[in-house]
């Protein structure tokens, strides 16, 4: 049973088409389109070829104006990863979709036929979207508030699930001697009405190997560790301080526990920015020099956006200030990254100029020699503060192939990640059961 196996690391790339770094592509003799299926096969069959568990791509349904300084999330997630699916055999397929903007039925089937095409490798990201900019594109004068979105989320994902739970084993008998090719009395109708759906039926698709697709769940404020807790096999969470992620896996345990569940199936996995050198030296130069061609005084504006406060409260070369995050607050960011960027700069001492080498409105950035890389994961992962990683690259995929070449064979050395993959499902990779959140 993969519940008795011995706890190991979980990995996921998290996939930007050049990589994290604004200038990225501009390391590319070529830089890569936004549309381009082969890059982003090539970038899966690199994360396979490390035997991560899988590789995440998130959405955001526009064109985000200010992002025009690099190639962007342009094609829809699910269909970008059945193309990924047919020229890979074992990386998890990790694909973002909104609450706000979908509908249970649609998505459900979309999902279930990616599990299809993958062999059992596919998951679906939770979000609700905080991106304000987008809401025209769906016919709204702006996004519903913050609560009324997760409530709809939670009847949305409830409906989901028992689309996907609603098939029996041997439903479809393909016997030729039988007089029905389906046993309908072993597809169960679901009926559910709520404050924001109704649906009434039966779901279409069968469930493909290794049970339902895997949900994965985004998100920082007390109704989305609800949600993730309630629902989801795997967060992506904040924690930029070790301590923040032994309090946030603390919080999550309580959670699942009130809603009934065992919280050891309940993954966490901090997001991680990795730069590499052969010194710590030699990997600040690297990272630097792509630094280098940054506009800082853009780089500048972004940050005093994460906080919600005009660019002239962050001066570049001066520690940011305690208070930052004391004035009113917008949709258009998530507060989690802001609080920890700004809990780790005060820590630290920084001033905006360093927090901006730190990756601002992001994840932590660990910036080392491979030793020091992998030191650090095993820390974190023993001493209870993560599961697993969503690790972002500078570059990709030079970057990921780079990881998987220094820092996986040292994780294995110390005996907490897998030397090969053991069978060719997401919930296989990840030591959950088939039933596991069923």
Not at 112 to 134: C, D, F, K, P, Y
Not at 204 to 211: K, N, T
Not at 278 to 304: I, P, S
């Amino acid at each position: 049973m993969a519940a008795s196996r011995p706890r190991q690391l979980h990995l996921n790339a998290n996939i930007f088409p050049s990589g994290r770094h604004a200038a990225a592509w501009r390391r590319h003799a070529a830089p890569p389109w936004p549309t381009d299926f082969d890059h982003l096969a090539a970038i899966g069959r690199a994360a396979e070829q490390a035997t991560f568990d899988a590789i995440f791509l998130s959405d955001q349904p526009g064109l985000d104006p200010s992002a025009v300084d690099r190639p962007w999330l342009a094609l829809d997630p699910l269909v970008a990863w059945t193309a990924v699916a047919r020229e890979t055999r074992h990386i998890g397929l990790v694909a973002t979709a909104s609450t706000t903007f979908e509908h249970p039925y649609n998505l459900a089937r979309r999902y279930a036929s990616l599990a299809h095409a993958s062999g059992g490798r596919a998951a679906w990201n939770i979000v609700t979207t905080h991106h304000a900019g987008v809401a025209g594109n769906f016919g709204l004068r702006e996004l519903p508030d913050h609560a009324r979105r997760y409530a709809r989320a939670e009847e949305f994902v409830d409906i989901v699930t028992r689309l996907w739970d609603s098939w029996e084993p041997g439903a479809i008998a393909a016997d030729p001697a039988a007089p029905q090719y389906l046993d309908l009395a072993k597809v169960h109708p679901v009926a559910f009405h709520g404050e924001f759906f109704d649906v009434q039926g039966r779901f279409g698709v069968p469930p493909a190997p290794g049970g339902r697709p895997v949900l994965f769940q985004a998100g920082d404020s007390s109704e989305s560790r609800d949600l993730g807790a309630r629902w989801a096999d795997a967060l992506f969470v904040v924690a930029r301080t070790l301590a923040d992620g032994q309090a946030l896996r603390r919080d999550i345990d309580e959670r699942a526990r009130r809603f009934g569940r065992d919280p050891s199936k309940v993954l966490i996995m901090p997001g991680l920015l990795t730069v590499l050198g052969d010194t710590e030296g030699a990997a600040w130069r690297d990272k630097e020099a792509l630094d280098a061609q940054l506009d800082l005084t853009a780089e500048q504006r972004r940050l005093a956006a994460l906080f919600g406060v005009p660019p002239e409260r962050v001066p570049l070369d001066q520690p940011l200030a305690a208070d930052l995050l004391d004035g009113a607050w917008t949709q258009s960011k998530t507060r989690g990254f802001a609080a920890g960027l700004l809990s780790e700069a005060l820590a630290k001492g920084w001033t905006a100029r360093q927090a901006i080498a730190h990756n601002p409105g992001g994840h932590r950035a660990l910036i080392g020699t491979p030793e020091q890389v992998a030191d650090d994961l095993a820390r974190w992962f023993t001493e209870g503060a993560a599961d697993g990683f969503n690790i972002n690259f500078d570059t990709y995929p030079d970057d990921l192939t780079i990881f998987g070449e220094q820092v996986v064979p040292l994780l294995r050395r110390r005996g907490i990640f897998r030397e090969a993959y053991e069978g060719t499902t997401l919930r296989g990779h990840l030591g959950l059961d088939a039933s596991d959140g069923a």
